[in-house]
């Protein structure tokens, strides 16, 4: 006897491969040096959402807010990394890595901090 099977097997099939062909499409993260730190932090702001925020100004400088406190400090890039002084981080350079809009500042020994690059937000 032989067995017919339906449609379920070849929907499940296709709903499975619709979930891993954008996974592997996924820009893998790459370390970002020098000239295009600075390029592409310029006039941006790197968020980890509600919790903090980094805006990186033409001059050096950084706006930056922690659980909505206003603070400020600077940054610069030095030997392809990413210094800062001042707001909710800790002071210090870190290497960068992205995927797409998602930034990760890796430091030897520390937790990567994780945040999104984006434009400005407007705050009162």
Known sequence: ????????????????????????AAEAF????????????TAMELTGGVHWAYVFGRDG???????????AGAWSVQKDELCLTGGPGEPGCYHVWMSGQSVQLRREGSIPEE???QKPEKRP
């Open 1 to 24: 006897m032989r067995r017919v099977l339906g449609r379920g097997p070849a929907l499940f099939l296709a709903a499975a491969l619709a979930f891993i062909a954008p996974a592997r």
């Open 30 to 41: 790459r370390q970002i040096k020098g000239p295009e730190i600075k390029a592409r932090l």
């Open 61 to 71: 400088r950084t706006k930056s807010f922690s659980l909505g406190k206003p603070g």
């Open 115 to 117: 945040g999104t690059l």
